[in-house]
């Protein structure tokens, strides 16, 4: 009954999704005030059917329902309740499904949020949102329906793979889904204004906040994502530049790059359609990334189990959507122009380059992406790109734009030069060349020129988005949300791109084979191997190893990595240990048992991992942190417009 | 095997899933240098099994032969080159997490280039026609950085 309900609903949820999609743009366009007034009521209908069918499937996976075909291919009675509700999205179907929710409450967000700005663009950002969600109402429901049942139901489950077994499965693909999806707010923004016809600076204010929260969010569910892997798959990487991955960075690019775009285009009514491009290129990557990831198109090891008629679909809708926005954007955007001016080193101009070196970036993440389709295509036969293909190319954007990062901050708008800004700023410098090469040669004696590179880039970043906030502490001047978020965010920047280099350029890795009671060095660190016990788990057994690490003859730690039969599946897993000293991830993983009580064992010393996602994190932080400036908070705006005049004219 | 690939069925739009179990193959050349030069190329080297994970990762039976393929070659005084030469002519350029700069695959390694080059020659056009504006813009922006003497 519960899955026949949740079907229901989801197809309740594509027939409001439609009315709203219609209402939302039709009403406006023809000037019928009860169409565009009943939008509202059609998005809170449609996000309350869409939360039924989320609730009807999460029923069925705690009540272990093996009727029902998707959990049965994901979910067994023995896995614990916590991961029986992750399993919910622990594959395709269920995943679309989050997806749908996520849109709604992103929805109802905006229908809120636009509750206080001109009726007609309010509809019209809601009506795309509508369109949006209808897509992929019908998609779910078409391809890929999680409620098929079975008939007879089976006896249990198949389980949920054990990888996912681990609470990163709770966490990651909401957050990242969450960001994914806030980039729709953004592209229905830009649709609302591409529907009207009218994109002024109040726009860009309206749009600024959802665009740095889809952001964080994207930000922080590549962090969970780059942080699971590197504890849970054994290898110690964090980033692989596999087509997954990339999938995810590019709409962050584009989102980073947006985000500048709009603060030009609020400050200086500047770069008006290319703000447009960026909002649909960042959803466009959003989708693209779905359908490569969905279709199988993408190199071979995505083309297994992959139904093709999944694909297409994405396909078809991305072509519609992205087709009508960028056929609106090439009638509109002429009309967008701009007389304002500014000079060569202006802010402006430094925000021009963010924005062409993130672009190229994600450009050339792109072309490596699709590079293997296109070689096959033109009957080369297969094609690999991998690491070795994106560190250099991605680098050569990335290293000019962290080096104009802080010559960016304190650049003054339009007229340009740094004033009496330019003495603090070859002074941090100078002091960031000292902390960068004095930590390289102090603490990891030596290292090529790339890694004084990214150090002194690091901390040139963090230095010299200090200054601007000392000063303000300084003559007791309050410093808006807004300046001090990307204070923040540029400081988080920093950190990642110091802590980055330190792993790229010190990390020791050692493969041994030991005997129990062997030691080996690694670093600084010695590791004693102490023996191996059998272990016992609810759906899994296997071994657990002892290492004891020690450290100028000091212990450190005591390691337990361990390989585990999980015997539901038949699926052998390796579990390393990590633990972390003196800022050092120090990784020990299980191998094989070499015969002789010998055992193979991985050890790696990572120096300054964790603190690389900490650093991402507090970018995100930054980010949220702006979004709660009071200017954007339109409400106590209208009331208070003096007020929040001088607020803006502070910022 | 199945394991993988269930995973990457699982979880497409997530991150990517490496193997459940985990290669940990100690070697010991002969010297330091060839030790070096093991390591790198079988990180280099795509397993043809497994497909996203390099030789140095892969748990299968042909990724441990192509390890020791990799090893006698090595002692056996084959250049990088050589042993580079020896498993493309057998698996193609697939094998090779770095493509190759052939006519086939230019276009691949000048892309970025190019993208920055383009980049480049449209800063410049925005700003020379930005620059002539400035002096018949009247706005004149309030900063957001804190500037000057006290005051």
């Known amino acids: ?651 | 095997m199945r394991a993988r690939l269930s995973a990457r069925v699982l979880l497409p739009v997530l991150l990517l899933l490496a193997p459940a179990a985990l290669a940990i193959a100690p070697t010991r050349m002969p010297t330091p240098q060839l030790e070096a030069r093991y390591e790198r190329l079988i990180h280099g080297f795509r397993c043809m099994q497994c497909q996203d994970e390099s030789l140095a990762d892969s748990p299968v039976s042909l990724a441990a032969d192509m390890r020791r393929q990799i090893r006698h070659m090595l002692i056996a005084g084959d250049s990088d080159q050589q042993i580079r030469h020896f498993f493309v002519s057998r698996y193609g350029y697939f094998i090779l997490f770095k493509p190759p700069f052939v006519a086939r695959t230019a276009w691949l390694w000048l892309a970025p280039g190019v993208l920055l080059i383009i980049g480049a020659i449209s800063a410049i056009m925005v700003i020379r026609r930005r620059t002539v504006l400035v002096k018949s813009d009247e706005e004149e922006p309030v900063e957001d950085t804190v500037r000057g003497k006290r005051s």
């Not at chain 1, 009954?1 to 219609?22: R, S």
């Not at chain 1, 291919?73 to 991961?83: D, I, K, R, T």
């Not at chain 1, 030596?446 to 590179?453: C, F, I, N, S, Y």
């Not at chain 1, 010190?506 to 059998?534: C, K, L, S």
């Open chain 1, 1 to 651: 009954m519960i899955p026949e309900l949740g079907e229901f609903a989801l197809i309740l949820a594509l027939v409001l999704a439609a009315l709203q999609g219609f209402f939302g743009i039709a009403g406006p366009a023809f000037k019928r005030e009860r169409w565009t007034a009943a939008v509202t009521p059609a998005v809170a209908g449609q996000f309350v059917m869409v939360a039924t069918s989320m609730g009807c499937l999460m029923t069925s996976f705690i009540d272990n329902d093996f009727s029902v075909r998707y959990v049965v291919e994901n979910s067994n009675s023995a896995l614990p309740v916590f991961y029986r509700i992750a399993g919910v999205w622990g594959a395709h179907a269920g995943s679309l499904l989050l997806w749908i929710f996520l849109l709604g409450a992103w929805t109802v967000a905006a229908a809120f949020g636009t509750s206080k700005l001109p009726r007609e663009f309010a509809a019209r950002v809601l009506g795309v949102l509508g369109v949006i969600s209808f897509g992929f109402l019908l998609y779910t429901l078409t391809t890929s329906n999680p409620f098929i049942r079975l008939d007879p139901p089976w006896p249990d489950g198949q389980g949920l793979n054990p990888i996912l077994q681990d609470p990163g499965l709770a966490a990651h693909p909401p957050v990242l889904y969450t960001g994914y999806v806030g980039l729709a707010v953004a592209f229905a923004f830009a649709g609302a204004a591409l529907l009207e016809g009218r994109l002024d600076r109040e726009w860009a204010r309206w749009t600024r906040p959802w665009t740095t929260a889809a952001w964080a969010f994207l930000t922080c569910g590549i962090t969970l994502g780059s942080w699971w892997a590197y504890y849970t798959l054994g290898w110690g990487g964090f980033w692989f530049w596999d087509p997954v991955e990339n999938a995810s960075l590019m709409p962050w690019l584009m989102a980073t790059a947006l985000i500048h775009s709009l603060a030009v285009t609020e400050k200086r009514g500047l770069f008006k359609s290319w703000t447009l491009l960026l909002a649909v290129l960042g959803f466009s990557l959003s989708l693209l990334g779905t359908f490569l990831v969905r279709s199988g198109v993408l190199i071979s090891v995505h083309s297994f189990a992959v139904s093709p008629s999944r694909g297409e679909f994405i396909l078809t809708f991305l072509v519609i959507m992205i087709g009508a926005a960028l056929a609106l954007y090439a009638w509109r955007a002429p009309q967008l122009k701009s007389e304002a001016g500014f000079e060569l080193t202006a802010r402006e101009s430094f925000l021009l380059f963010n924005n062409i070196l993130l672009v190229t970036a994600c450009g050339t993440v792109f072309v490596g992406e699709i590079a293997p389709i296109i070689y096959t295509a033109l009957g080369f036969g297969k094609l690999s790109v991998g690491p070795p293909y994106f560190n250099p190319t991605f680098l050569l954007s990335m290293l000019p734009l962290l080096a104009l990062v802080s010559l960016g901050v304190h650049s003054r708008w339009k007229r340009g030069g740094f004033g009496d800004r330019g003495k603090t700023l070859l002074l941090t410098f100078a002091a960031a060349a000292v902390i960068g090469c004095g930590v390289m040669f102090g603490v990891f004696t030596g290292g090529g020129v790339l890694a004084a590179v990214g150090m002194t880039l690091g901390v040139w970043i963090v230095l010299s988005s200090l200054v601007d906030p000392i000063i303000r502490l300084r003559r007791r001047i309050t410093i808006p949300r807004s300046v001090l978020g990307m204070t923040l965010a540029h400081i988080g920047l920093g950190i990642f791109v110091f802590s980055l280099t330190a792993v790229q350029g010190f990390t020791t890795e050692h493969d041994v084979a030991m005997p129990i009671g062997g030691v080996t060095q690694a670093g600084a660190y010695t590791f004693q191997f102490e023996g191996v016990n059998r272990l016992q788990g609810s759906d899994y057994g296997g071994v657990s190893a002892t290492m004891l690490v020690t450290r100028h003859g000091q212990p450190v730690a005591v390691m337990h990595p361990e390989k585990r039969n999980y015997w539901v599946q038949h699926i052998v897993t390796t579990h390393s240990a990590i633990d972390m000293f003196d800022g050092s991830n120090i990784l020990v993983a299980l191998g094989q048992d070499l015969g002789d009580g010998r055992w193979s064992l991985r050890i790696q010393v990572r120096p300054l991992v964790t603190y690389m996602w900490i650093a991402a994190l507090i970018m995100a932080a930054g980010g949220m942190l702006a979004i709660s400036d009071r200017r954007y908070r339109i409400a106590q705006e209208t009331a208070e417009e003096p007020a929040a005049a001088a607020a803006q004219g502070k910022a």
